[in-house]
């Protein structure tokens, strides 16, 4: 079945007792046994598994191509499990420009629990190939990276990690798997916050770990979702569902207004650099033509007028949302350093745009008066 099809029917079963052609949110937090002491549709209580959740991640699975898949309540607690399925004295690579909350988590939680890292910049092979140590167990990669849009090479990633006996997550949150489908390139774990493009109305939290294989790892996943807790509600989960279904569309229509707003800031005077794999001058532009079927519709640019250049354009801009997040159908833009803290690797003439539905004719206007004052 094709991607729209299925962002539409997968999961989804008909309500046998009503008829209802929508699905609706079953919010019990238990379920009850038959005579004979069993339990006939499978769930016991809701932290274990429910209706939704259980839609939720089949859907989730088909779209990616994989076996399985485990729903959270954010994308960070998506991202913990797969950490805290590893050992005390485990090795984990991940970019050096990774989500500053993956870096928080690896620096601050995962410290203490005993596990390292190092931050590489995995579109260096050969900088990878020398970080792998006998103990790595995950190489964790993020691509387009979030706030340089750098795009990794998930095939040889694979490669490199399958070699020495680890494993490759890809954070495909800025892709989405309407754009890249990181299991079919030969990774063993998607994660997401679905909290972005999947919900895509900046109206839920949410997280997903999408599995290639039922392996230890993912075992050890699902037991940090259902014996820890970290679950959505069964609202969100129908939220989501109900969001993914307009996923492609969206998507398409937010990727084609990227591609425009890029180029027009590309050409204007004021800035120094677009970061946009959807650019030819794009470093990853090759490889993103290779492993995407669209270049997204995150981007980010810098200034010639340093930090104050890009807090006044921030300042300007009236349909642009002054905000964290990225994904859903209003376009935001921020002070990427300001919102990453004291720890920041981000340049300070930066800001980054999750470009949104309006009409690019209208986001470009916008810009222009913007960069103009
Ligand atoms: N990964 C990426 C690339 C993100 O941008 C974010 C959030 O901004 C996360 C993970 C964390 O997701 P959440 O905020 O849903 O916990």
Redesign the pocket.
């Known amino acids: 079945m094709k991607f729209e099809t299925l962002a539409i029917h997968a999961g989804r079963e008909a309500d046998i007792a009503t008829g209802a052609v929508a699905p609706s949110p079953i919010l019990s937090t238990t379920f009850a046994r038959d005579v004979h002491g069993e339990y006939p549709h499978g769930h016991v209580y809701t932290r274990s598994s429910n209706p939704g959740r259980a839609s939720l991640e089949a859907l989730l699975a088909a779209l990616e191509g994989g076996v399985a898949a485990a729903a959270f309540g ?4 998506a ?1 913990l499990s797969l950490f805290q399925g590893l050992a005390p004295g485990d090795h984990v690579i991940a970019p050096d420009d990774v ?1 500053h ?2 870096r928080t988590q690896l620096r601050e939680l995962l410290a203490r629990w005993g596990l390292t890292h190092s931050l590489i910049d995995l579109t260096r092979l050969d900088a990878v190939r020398a970080a792998i140590r006998p103990e790595t167990r995950l190489i964790w990669a ?1 691509t387009p990276s ?1 706030p340089l849009l750098k795009v990794s090479d998930i095939a040889a990633l694979a490669e490199l990690a399958h070699a020495s006996g680890a494993q490759l997550v890809v ?1 495909s ?2 892709a989405t798997p309407v754009l890249q489908q990181p299991l079919q390139l030969g990774a063993d774990y998607v994660m997401h ?1 679905t ?2 493009y999947l919900g895509g109305h900046s109206d839920v ?3 997903a770990v999408i599995a290639r294989r039922q392996d230890e790892l993912f075992g050890r996943v699902r037991d940090y979702q259902g014996k820890g807790g970290a679950v959505p509600s069964p609202f969100d989960c129908w939220l989501l569902q109900r969001s993914i279904a307009t996923l492609p569309l969206r998507v398409r229509a937010q990727v084609a207004n990227a591609q425009a707003v890029a180029e027009f800031l590309a050409a204007h005077p004021a800035v120094s650099v677009v970061h946009y794999p959807g650019l030819s001058s794009h470093a990853g532009h090759a490889l993103a033509s290779a492993q995407m079927k669209g270049y997204g519709a995150m981007l980010s640019f810098q200034l010639h007028g340093g930090r104050e250049a890009a807090l006044a354009v921030a300042a300007k801009v009236a349909l642009f949302t002054r905000a964290t ?2 994904g859903g159908v209003e376009s935001l833009i921020e002070h990427r350093a300001s919102v990453e803290g004291p720890h920041t690797t981000t340049p300070q003439d930066l800001l980054r745009m999750s470009v949104g539905l309006e009409h690019a004719d209208d986001l470009i206007d916008d810009l222009r008066q913007a960069l103009a004052a």
């Open positions: 954010s994308g960070s607690a991202s989500y909350g993956t993020e979030n954070d949150t800025f916050s909290t972005k939290l949410g997280g997040s990225l």
